[in-house]
Nanobody, 116 residues
Framework: QVQLVESGGGMVQAGGSLRLSCAAS????????MGWFRQAPGKEREFVAL????????YYVDSVKGRFTISRDNAKNTVYLQIESLKPEDTAVYYC?????????WGQGTQVTVSS
């Protein structure tokens, strides 16, 4: 069973930045493409970004392109999401998971709150 633990969220003003981390409990994590997802209040969870197993290929939804950067360190079993130029609409709980997501891997997420 893989455990994913997200951290790094917080409350920031619009225009600020955060770096989210996702630590995986197993080395086999490095074989998986990984994604970041978010769930805003009253909305369904949505995909945000993904990175392939090697860390070479990334993909972002249009709403975060140019502001979010996904990366990974397979030696540390960790995936990162660098978020710049935060907007109030980025307020959500952020989760990581494999891509496509495994429903048994969802963790508690990390809360990002952006004030205007």
């Amino acid at each position: 069973q893989v455990q994913l633990v997200e951290s790094g969220g917080g409350m920031v003003q619009a225009g600020g930045s955060l770096r989210l981390s996702c630590a995986a409990s197993r080395r086999t994590f490095s074989r998986n493409a990984m994604g970041w997802f978010r769930q805003a209040p009253g909305k369904e969870r949505e995909f945000v970004a993904l990175i392939d197993s090697s860390g070479v290929t990334t993909y972002y939804v249009d709403s975060v392109k140019g502001r979010f950067t996904i990366s990974r360190d397979n030696a540390k079993n960790t995936v990162y999401l660098q978020i710049e130029s935060l907007k109030p609409e980025d307020t959500a709980v952020y989760y990581c998971n494999t891509n496509p997501p495994n429903p048994t891997y969802w963790g508690q997420g990390t809360q990002v709150t952006v004030s205007s």
